[in-house]
């Protein structure tokens, strides 16, 4: 049979855009679930990339905060001395 047969058929004609149709919308819900699915991923990346920051990011101000103290009592001890 040929495509001109079959899309001469009404009946045939509308089932076969029936599935069309039909593996088209099962095609595109995978795709969203997909792109669902790199998403969260991406997601967790960044959060865990975060929490890995602000961590470093604390540390870095700890350290600061120490080394001003010693700059500090150095400049004192300077100016007792002078």
């Given at each position: 049979?040929?495509?001109?047969?079959?899309?001469?058929?009404?009946?045939?004609?509308?089932r076969?855009?029936?599935?069309?149709?039909?593996?088209?919308?099962?095609?595109?819900?995978?795709?969203?679930?997909r792109?669902?699915?790199?998403?969260?991923a991406?997601?967790?990346?960044?959060?865990?990339?975060?929490?890995?920051?602000?961590?470093?990011?604390?540390?870095?101000?700890?350290?600061?905060?120490?080394?001003?103290?010693?700059?500090?009592?150095?400049?004192?001890?300077?100016?007792?001395?002078?």
């Amino acid at each position: 049979m040929s495509k001109a047969t079959l899309y001469n058929h009404p009946d045939l004609k509308e089932r076969i855009n029936f599935l069309r149709n039909q593996q088209e919308e099962k095609f595109i819900d995978s795709r969203i679930k997909r792109d669902e699915n790199n998403q969260n991923a991406i997601i967790d990346s960044l959060k865990r990339r975060i929490e890995k920051l602000e961590t470093r990011n604390k540390e870095l101000e700890k350290e600061n905060k120490l080394l001003r103290e010693k700059e500090n009592e150095k400049l004192t001890d300077y100016f007792k001395d002078i």
